[in-house]
């Protein structure tokens, strides 16, 4: 595609390119309003293009003759079945020579027209600075609606920057009807738990499946009731970090829930920042496994991983996670519109932070 106007031409990126970005973030001003890190390599460029390169993302570069003037990367959701119908604007950029040129505008609409006519993508979001008020503007002009924002989310020019989050819903794109919202019976009292929480690893492979295999605990996460325990296998052997782990909770030797805590990115400008994902079997929901299981990770986290945030989506009928995050000091910070697929229909998706006081004081 090209603009008379500016001259520019728009095409996908590709591994080459990977130098030449190198060289355009070497100009710190391409570093505000980003979450690029500085003196970024020409191997960080080819491994964050490589990310990229199957059909499901579109990683945009616009260039003027042979020079890189704009950027902008799609990340697509295809490897997760129940958010394949979203996509994230992970990065827009221009040359500071060249901006207010449209170049910009030419590389998002690029980006929404691919999505509504070719790539099946229902939901787009992007994540801007909190106190970006013309960029949040920018973004409105293309349909999209904010959405909340995220506390403290990323390191910019020595100080930590709330993440406003923005999307565009196309409702005309993979239509379904909202899902429905989960029975959730009233428990009778029963005897307290002896529940053991210790790390996971390959050997929970099989029960780890089979709690997921439980349509209501797949229900409340991301997962789905058919994953099967060589794929659980595969994701527990891989090889991790000190910076993420992996629980589970037994009662009488039985797995009966989990949770991981992860880093949020690899980005050193948000390596103060984890998040967490947790599941418990149906039977044994409102029974303080849940509790147990969280309490963990947010030792973890607060004493031995150095996270200053913790954050988390939960579905946003889902009120009795929503009641046990909001008593570990968890705040509602926004609404994802139509985050998953469950039950046959869309749901929204609540998304919580949990920041150290340290770091609010510092602040």
């Known amino acids: 595609m090209k603009s008379k106007a500016t001259n520019f031409s728009i095409r996908r990126a590709e591994i080459k390119d990977a130098q030449a970005l190198a060289h355009l973030f070497t100009d710190e001003s391409m570093l505000a309003f980003t979450d690029v890190p500085p003196h970024t390599s020409t191997a960080y460029w080819e491994k ?41 604007i992970a990065l827009l950029a221009v040359a500071k020579k060249y901006r207010r040129g449209g170049v ?98 390959e050997d929970d492979a099989a029960q780890t499946a089979a709690v997921f295999s439980a349509r209501g605990t797949a229900a409340g996460t991301l997962q789905h ?25 037994l009662v009488n030797g039985r797995q009966v829930g989990n949770a991981g805590i992860h880093p949020a990115s690899d980005n050193p400008r948000q390596q103060h920042v984890c998040g967490i994902g947790l599941g418990v079997i149906d039977a044994y929901q409102s029974r303080g496994v849940g509790r147990a299981l969280m309490e963990a990770c947010l030792d973890y986290a607060d004493n031995w991983a150095n996270y200053a945030r913790v954050e988390l989506s939960v579905h946003a009928d889902n009120t009795r996670a929503i009641k046990l995050y909001e008593s570990l000091g968890f705040t509602v910070e926004g609404r994802y519109r139509d985050y998953s697929f469950r039950e046959g229909g869309y749901v929204d998706a609540l998304f919580m932070g949990r920041v150290s006081k340290a770091l609010r004081d510092k602040l």
């Open 48 to 88: 964050r293009l490589g990310a990229l390169s199957d059909s499901a993302h579109l990683p945009l570069i616009a260039t003027v003759g042979d020079a890189i003037v704009g950027i902008l990367l799609l990340q697509g959701w295809s490897n997760h079945i129940r958010r394949k119908h979203c996509a994230t």
């Open 104 to 201: 910009g505008r030419a590389l998002v609409n690029a980006a929404i027209r691919a999505c509504d006519q070719w790539l099946n993508v229902r939901r787009i979001d992007v994540a801007i600075d909190d106190d970006s008020a013309p960029l949040k503007r920018y973004y409105e002009s293309f349909g999209f609606v904010e959405e909340g924002v995220k506390s403290f989310d990323l390191l910019r020019a020595g100080r930590y920057v709330g993440a406003r989050v923005l999307a565009r819903v196309n409702e005309h794109a993979l239509p379904a009807p909202a899902s429905p919202a989960p029975v959730t019976a009233k428990r009778r009292k029963l005897a307290p738990l002896k529940i053991v929480i210790r790390a996971g690893g």
């Open 225 to 249: 009731p058919y994953t099967s325990p060589d794929i659980w296998r595969a994701r527990l052997s891989a090889p991790g970090t000190t910076r993420q782990c992996f629980l589970v909770a």
